[in-house]
């Protein structure tokens, strides 16, 4: 299984700052994905974060608010952009190895918006 | 989109009880996972298990595809179990649809 690492792992920022998350795996993987968890809920998918190219974003997500770079097959980061309370919530990564591997996921990064 | 349903809700055990969890889903999927999230977020793998059955220490885990649903059992349970148990589905392109979660209270 792959290891990796998130940083932060929580944060607290003010409203209208933007905050980037960094996601850091210890082997190259095909797959990277962001995942953002509000209070008390399930996991919802933000974005597949494709190496070389534009992330891919799910419905209800926008490039604008959570931009995405993916230089290499070990890292990835998040950014998410002038932040409200509304965004305060557990984002993690996650990592896949294509057909017949599982996803593992990071540790997280809790963030809260005051 | 599929629709990921789990149950219960919520679950509180006696120390020593054994228990399941479902996970309906709504269309075919390429595989399934179980995970289990800690108090402090981590989310542990439980089983990856696109159909048949696994067993891993108390836990063990059965998907019937044909038939959409999957569960997930826990014996002898411990306060260590306690957290929320949630079920994920993957679609194309490798992207997981999670259901919302079965939180379980192990008491002492």
């Known amino acids: 299984s792959a290891v990796i690492s998130q940083k932060p792992s929580r944060d607290i920022c003010q409203r209208g700052t933007s905050l980037t998350i960094q996601c850091q795996v210890d082997s190259q993987v095909t797959m990277m994905f962001w995942y953002r968890q509000q209070p008390g809920q399930s996991l919802t998918l933000i974005a597949t974060?494709?190496?070389?190219?534009?992330?891919?974003?799910e419905s209800g997500f926008v490039i604008d608010k959570f931009p995405i770079s993916r230089p290499n097959l070990t890292f990835s980061t998040l950014t998410v952009s002038n932040m409200s309370p509304e965004d305060s919530s557990i984002y993690l990564c996650s990592v896949d190895g294509g057909s017949g591997y599982e996803q593992f996921f990071g540790p997280g990064t809790r963030l809260t918006v005051l | 989109g599929i629709q990921v349903e789990q149950s219960p809700p919520d679950l509180i055990l006696q120390e020593g009880a054994n228990s399941t969890l479902r996970c309906n889903f709504s269309d075919s999927v390429n595989n399934l996972q179980w995970f289990h999230q800690n108090p402090w977020g981590q989310l542990i793998n439980l089983f990856y298990?696109?159909?048949g059955t696994k067993q891993n220490g108390r836990l063990s885990a059965t998907t019937v595809a044909t038939e959409r649903y999957s569960l997930l059992y826990i014996s002898s349970s411990q306060t260590t179990d306690s957290g929320v148990y949630f079920c994920?589905?993957?679609?194309?392109?490798?992207?997981?649809?999670f259901g919302a979660g079965t939180t379980v209270t192990v008491r002492a």
């Open positions: 994920a589905v993957e679609l194309d392109d490798y992207k997981l649809s």
């Open positions: 298990i696109p159909s």
């Open positions: 974060a494709n190496q070389g190219s534009e992330a891919t974003y």
